[in-house]
């Protein structure tokens, strides 16, 4: 089975910090890839990033940075000098190569709350 | 710019009249899917499609149909819609179907409201 482990339901922090959303997946499939999305309060899915099982670099796109560590199956998240705009709810999702109907496995969701 | 769109965005409706919510994208992607998601439930499959005129059940296909006549367009039905189908449904696209999976875009989201 896969599964997609957010154990952070809510996470409040005060603009500035940096701030560390976990991943942590299960799957039997030695291809498959991850990815992170951001879910702002007006609803839409905005894609962050895909890591491929094959690809064990780490990330850095500007104040976001992934952790992806095949050993502890995670794939972290951390947003360094926290911005309100980042309050939103942050998915990260699962894709096993070995499915045929491209669905994604998602997390419950992190809520991020960046106060001023 | 490359984008998922979908609409209505916003619709409330009553029970029994048949809606369609429109999904269109402008990347040429083969795989296109939708989505519902619901407070508790998250995020599940409704349909898939990995090509024109090839389409196929997700994990909550009940109470759904789709097309998939051109490349673009893959529409999402509900010839006689319930309460239990107000949600927040979103469509996705990828440029590759089965055996290369690439980015899987979202469009922005079409609230479903049934009354």
């Known amino acids: 089975a896969q599964k997609v482990t957010q154990a952070q339901t809510e996470i409040s922090v005060v603009e500035k910090e940096d701030v560390t959303l976990d991943c942590v997946y299960e799957t039997r499939d030695t291809t498959y890839y991850l990815f992170w999305y951001k879910q702002p309060p007006s609803g839409e899915l905005v894609f962050l990033i895909r890591?491929?099982?094959?690809?064990?670099q780490n990330e850095i796109s500007g104040r976001y940075s992934w952790n992806f560590q095949k050993s502890t199956s995670s794939f972290n998240f951390t947003i360094t000098a926290s911005q309100v705009v980042d309050s939103a709810v942050y998915f990260c999702?699962?894709?096993?190569?070995?499915?045929?109907?491209?669905?994604?496995?998602f997390g419950q969701g992190t809520t991020l709350q960046v106060k001023p | 710019e490359a984008q998922v769109t979908q609409n209505p965005r916003y619709l409330i409706t009553v029970t029994g009249k048949k809606l369609t919510v429109t999904c269109s994208q402008n990347?040429?992607?083969?795989?296109m899917s939708w989505y519902r998601q619901d407070p508790g439930l998250g995020l599940r499959q409704i349909y898939y499609?990995?090509?024109?005129?090839?389409?196929d059940k997700g994990d909550v296909p009940e109470g759904y149909k789709v097309s998939r006549k051109e490349k673009r367009n893959f529409p999402l039905i509900l010839e006689s819609p319930s309460p239990n189908q107000t949600s927040l449904y979103f469509c996705?696209?990828?440029?590759?179907?089965?055996?290369?999976?690439?980015?899987?875009?979202f469009g922005e989201g079409s609230w479903l409201t049934v009354v």
């Open positions: 890591r491929n099982s094959f690809d064990e």
């Open positions: 499609s990995m090509n024109v005129e090839v389409t």
């Open positions: 990347m040429n992607h083969e795989y």
């Open positions: 996705a696209s990828s440029p590759h179907g089965q055996g290369k999976w690439n980015t899987i875009y």
């Open positions: 999702a699962l894709k096993g190569g070995s499915s045929n109907t491209g669905k994604l496995i």
